[in-house]
């Protein structure tokens, strides 16, 4: 058990220690220690091993130069010159937030990024400046596409949120994988089993075993929809920003011959371009109306996208937080391990 | 059996006979016919008989006074003033493709509309301008949100194209339910049975009777996440545009007690904002590498979204059009019907 705020710190000293400004080490610890509280364990301090590692063989670049092109006030292309993906998306959500608050619709792609955790994380800073919000981003081979007997999309997450006029905003965030990578990869390494029907082994047999589940191809949800909604969102991050795509992004923890190339679009609009301040009175009765609804059999409650996330943050950040001992061990290494 | 050229001939006649417009007839009458080609059978003239009823409980308006409000350079708001969905899709997507060649990037919303039949009917007319467009639109109650056992979103499609570089293009038009509902209500009427697995009857069990599916439940993809995907889709539709929504879309065939105020958001791109002519090069690779991945068993070929679409159409397009009996009846009786 290890308190937040220790850790955070503990987080920053050991990115700092490799290179990172003080700036881009606390969004990346951020990111992090915000994913252990919402619960998504496999997007946390689990990863940070991995990212240590890619900055020692200069396949992140601790020190990147992001370039912000401007296109026009709506649209703006950053090359983030391989950043650690929290840095090059916070760079993306700010510019987004600016342009959009500018001219009521934004748009932001991303090249030369690499994983940055949760969408929902980004789409939420949005939301809290009362934007409707979008994020896309690419990752590496993990379903199959419809008919194929090779992994080639990446879970290719789907992220809408709005403000919710409560406090806890409507954010949608879901892969169109039956199960979420990082969760089979902690499952993996701590050597637990993953649900039946969510996975394949090499072979194509279905498995319940963490490890074949990553050798082999994780199932789309709802077969050719799921596997269209994954290619759709591959041509957004990576076929229109210039970044890897078809297959072609790489598996951060196992492949160190070269930057990952992940690309990332980001749009938002104003929610109350159309119909003024009764955007919010509406959310409210649309959300109040659903909510209502009679329910099936051991539901207490219907729940919007982001409520259960939000109330593990809420419960979990006034704790301290649980770290598997393989993962407190790796921390204690890169501690003590040399800078370089 | 009926030739094409013929069939249009007709169903504008009918059309104008209720009041409508020869611009406004043959708008409605191309959308309808060309369902017909892809093998939409359920959005296409199974629908006439009942859109002339909808003209004549004026709840559809034959004459209406589209109003466009332009926002910004990108961005309209339209009142459909109860035209047929039709119009008003027609209407909204050249907006959208005027604003977006304008600016790079386009958005038209859209309220006082109706059922306009096929999303990527509309998304195909602007990607072949050369953008890469989503259109949302809301619908009739059809599927429970998720631990809800009432029906409250509609079938809700995801539509989204980009120009492919072949002369196919890529549209992924997929709804959040298993099935069409269009096919069910088609199946209803010729009393033919449904899949199992893809609806429940009105008491919550299991059903292939299509009369007892359309008074029951359809089932959302994957669960949670499908009835995310469906309420983001409402409040794009109808929350954000003013339309109806959290249920209150009228069903067409069964509720003629007002219009249906259905919403609908269109939003479009130029795709080589970010890397220029690179764009075609980029999503042909991308396609030819999906498509030379292996197979599994029983696949000739892996598609992309939209190319099946595009052979039924190439396919169909030749021939005459097959009406089931029921439906010739239906056209004959409103030839020879009053106008009023």
């Not at 319940?208 to 990553?214: M, P």
């Not at 001992?325 to 890169?334: G, S, T, V």
Request: with cysteine; hydrophobic share 40%; proline share 5%.
């Amino acid at each position: 058990m290890v308190d937040g705020k220790k850790l955070k710190k503990i987080v920053i000293q050991i990115l700092k220690k490799r290179g990172m400004s003080l700036s881009h080490a606390t969004i990346s610890a951020n990111a992090l220690i915000n994913a252990e509280y919402v619960g998504a364990y496999g997007h946390g301090i689990s990863r940070l091993k991995m990212y240590c590692e890619r900055i020692k063989k200069k396949v992140i670049n601790p020190k990147p130069k992001i370039k912000i092109k401007k296109i026009s006030n709506s649209i703006s292309f950053i090359d983030a010159n391989n950043s650690i993906g929290f840095v090059a998306a916070d760079t993306a959500i700010k510019t987004l937030i600016k342009n959009t608050k500018k001219t009521g619709i934004g748009l932001v792609g991303v090249k030369n990024s690499g994983h940055y955790g949760l969408s929902g994380y980004y789409v939420e800073q949005a939301v809290k400046k009362n934007l409707m919000v979008w994020c896309f981003t690419n990752a590496p081979p993990a379903i199959a596409p419809y008919g194929a007997k090779k992994t080639l999309f990446g879970t290719n997450p789907i992220c809408f949120g709005t403000p919710s006029g409560g406090k806890v905003p409507f954010i949608l965030d879901t892969s169109v994988s039956m199960i979420n990578r990082g969760i089979i990869r902690v499952a993996a390494r701590l050597g637990k089993k993953i649900p039946a029907g969510v996975a394949l082994d090499k072979n194509g047999n279905p498995t319940t075993d963490a490890k074949k589940a990553l050798k082999g191809v994780q199932l789309p949800i709802a077969g050719f929809r799921g596997s269209g909604l994954a290619w759709m969102v591959d041509i957004l991050s990576g076929v229109i920003t210039g970044a890897a795509h078809g297959g072609k992004v790489r598996d951060p923890f196992d492949d160190f011959r070269g930057p990952q190339n992940v690309g990332h679009l980001f749009l938002a609009i104003k929610p109350h371009i159309f119909i003024g301040k009764n955007y919010i009175k509406r959310i409210k009765e649309n959300i109040r109306i659903i909510k209502k609804l009679p329910r099936i059999k051991g539901f207490k409650t219907i729940s919007y996208p982001g409520e259960n996330k939000a109330k593990r943050f809420s419960k979990n950040s006034k704790k301290k937080i649980y770290l598997p001992k393989e993962i407190e061990k790796d921390l204690k290494r890169l501690i003590g391990a040399p800078s370089k």
